[in-house]
């Protein structure tokens, strides 16, 4: 992190470098490409050792900052160069898919491998994908509440998908980091509108009549499902 010449009322420029660490297929690409370039692919692509990306983020203040975020596939907690992808992270987000319940139980061993590997811990968020499906859920809230408190994390809902909560996120542990307080109106000139899908006529499930009587009293309906 550079520093600020306040006097002169330059800012020069902040760096903050995120890991993101979790199982496979819970989301972690999709949650950065949400957040570096607002879109979103139904197809998976596994990611294989590590991808990188950069976000430049201006906020209030003459703040500028560079956001580097580390990809890290889910094979490599396996593998030798973790300790390398973790090296002077300031940020570290263990993300789990809130319809696999084994892809929250795996981060307690995640985590347990980041307090080994580096001196000190940085800031770790536990992040829940797919908010959007929260019908599918198989990750109890308790269990999220009583991990996260335990190990004194910070925790957010997210949705790869949607956009909800993901600009949020990083914002929130961008400025946790740094130490920038931001006011309500500041954090909400850096949220995204979230899209939704509307499903087509055909998938949309109509009402069953209980009775011809009931069904005689008034018009019939139609469910419009959103995702």
Wanted: hydrophobic fraction near 35%; glycine fraction near 6%.
């Amino acid at each position: 992190m550079s520093d600020t010449d306040e006097e002169s009322g330059i800012q020069t420029e902040k760096h903050v470098k995120i890991v993101i660490l979790g199982e496979t297929n819970v989301g972690k690409t999709s949650i950065v490409k949400r957040y570096c370039y607002d879109e979103f692919s139904r197809y998976y692509n596994q990611t294989v050792g590590a991808d990188f990306y950069l976000k430049r983020l201006s906020l209030p203040g003459r703040h500028e900052i560079n956001i580097r975020i580390s990809d890290i596939g889910g094979f490599e907690f396996k593998g030798c160069m973790l300790q390398n992808y973790l090296f002077n992270a300031d940020v570290v987000i263990l993300m789990y898919d809130i319809s696999n319940a084994n892809s929250f139980e795996y981060l307690s061993v995640w985590l347990n491998e980041v307090d080994k590997l580096l001196e000190r811990r940085p800031i770790v968020a536990v992040v829940g994908n797919k908010c959007d499906v929260e019908h599918h859920r198989n990750v109890k809230q308790n269990d999220v509440r009583r991990f996260v408190t335990n190990q004194k994390l910070y925790h957010f809902l997210v949705s790869s998908k949607t956009g909800e909560g993901v600009n949020n996120c990083f914002l929130e542990l961008v400025v946790k980091h740094l130490g920038i307080t931001l006011t309500k109106s500041d954090r909400e000139q850096q949220q995204t509108i979230v899209k939704a899908e509307i499903m087509p006529p055909s998938a949309r499930v109509p009402l069953r009549r209980k009775s011809s009587a009931i069904s005689n009293s008034g018009p019939t309906t139609s469910i419009c499902s959103t995702q």
